[in-house]
């Protein structure tokens, strides 16, 4: 796939309410089955401190608060948030992007880390759950390995079949000598930021970092090309 093609993403997600205290008592059963894991292997935590540390990650319990993107345009790589606190309006924008520029399988995909384990899934969860039809790049219900080639993980590349290994951005940035994309906060301080400070503008750079940094590491694995600082553009309109 050439990589002008290619839309590399990462999204940032948050608990859909602040509290565990502040979901119904329906939904707060529903916490307690959902992360009954959890609770059984840090017996010493309550449902709240769970929720406050893992509801963000399960699409039934968060909610997307920042999709950032970025994509090849000659030798420049263009880079976009979209971000707030209307999870609506951004899968809506995201969705539109999608279905104009890179809604053909056979000639656009995307790239992300972990992607094809939590973003992607995560976002057409969200997209369902909000009311939205997904474009059809996002179809992807019984198909089979061969059928969704237009989805590149880079953690994927990194195992070279070994399914059991996990490896994260920024180790695997590391291993290959790649700057990292840490700033000030890091993922497990999204929802605090959000919540309690509601800086969306840093949440949204520190989401566009970790985009960078993913075309980085494809980069590296797929040719050993670089990406250089000047030729990263920031699209704020």
Request: aromatic share 14%.
């Given at each position: 796939?050439?990589?002008?093609?290619?839309?590399?993403l990462?999204?940032?997600?948050?608990?859909s309410?602040?509290s565990?205290d502040q979901?119904?008592?329906?939904?707060q059963?529903?916490?307690i089955?959902?992360?009954r894991?959890?609770?059984?292997?840090?017996?010493?935590?309550?449902?709240?401190?769970?929720?406050?540390?893992?509801?963000?990650i399960?699409?039934?319990?968060?909610?997307?608060?920042?999709?950032?993107?970025?994509?090849?345009?000659?030798?420049?790589?263009?880079?976009?948030?979209?971000?707030?606190?209307?999870?609506?309006?951004?899968?809506?924008?995201?969705?539109?992007l999608?279905?104009?520029?890179?809604?053909?399988?056979e000639?656009?995909?995307?790239?992300?880390?972990n992607?094809?384990?939590?973003?992607?899934?995560?976002?057409?969860?969200?997209?369902?759950?909000?009311?939205?039809?997904l474009?059809?790049?996002?179809?992807?219900?019984?198909?089979?390995?061969?059928?969704?080639?237009?989805?590149?993980?880079t953690?994927?590349?990194?195992?070279?079949?070994?399914?059991?290994?996990?490896?994260?951005?920024?180790?695997?940035?590391?291993?290959?000598?790649?700057?990292?994309?840490?700033?000030?906060?890091?993922?497990?301080?999204?929802?605090r930021?959000?919540?309690?400070?509601?800086?969306?503008i840093?949440?949204?750079?520190?989401?566009?970092?970790?985009?960078?940094?993913?075309?980085?590491?494809f980069l590296?694995?797929?040719?050993?090309?670089?990406?250089?600082?000047?030729?990263?553009?920031?699209?704020?309109?």
């Open positions: 796939m050439e990589t002008r093609k290619i839309l590399f990462d999204i940032e997600t948050v608990s309410v602040a565990f979901l119904s008592p329906e939904w059963d529903l916490w089955s959902k992360s894991y959890y609770l059984n292997s840090e017996p010493q935590k309550s449902p709240s401190e769970i929720y406050q540390e893992k509801a963000a399960f699409s039934e319990f968060g909610k997307i608060v920042c999709i950032s993107i970025g994509f090849f345009n000659d030798e420049d790589f263009r880079v976009k948030s979209f971000f707030g606190s209307e999870e609506l309006i951004i899968l809506k924008q995201f969705f539109e999608v279905n104009n520029h890179f809604n053909h399988p000639h656009a995909g995307f790239c992300g880390h992607i094809k384990e939590f973003d992607i899934p995560y976002i057409c969860r969200r997209a369902i759950i909000n009311g939205l039809n474009p059809t790049s996002f179809h992807l219900h019984n198909k089979k390995p061969w059928e969704i080639q237009h989805i590149v993980d953690m994927e590349m990194w195992k070279f079949g070994d399914y059991k290994h996990f490896t994260s951005l920024d180790l695997l940035a590391s291993c290959l000598q790649l700057p990292t994309s840490k700033s000030d906060i890091s993922g497990k301080d999204v929802g930021v959000y919540w309690e400070e509601n800086d969306l840093r949440i949204s750079n520190y989401c566009m970092k970790d985009v960078i940094l993913t075309a980085r590491v590296k694995l797929k040719s050993g090309n670089r990406l250089d600082d000047e030729n990263i553009i920031f699209i704020k309109d």
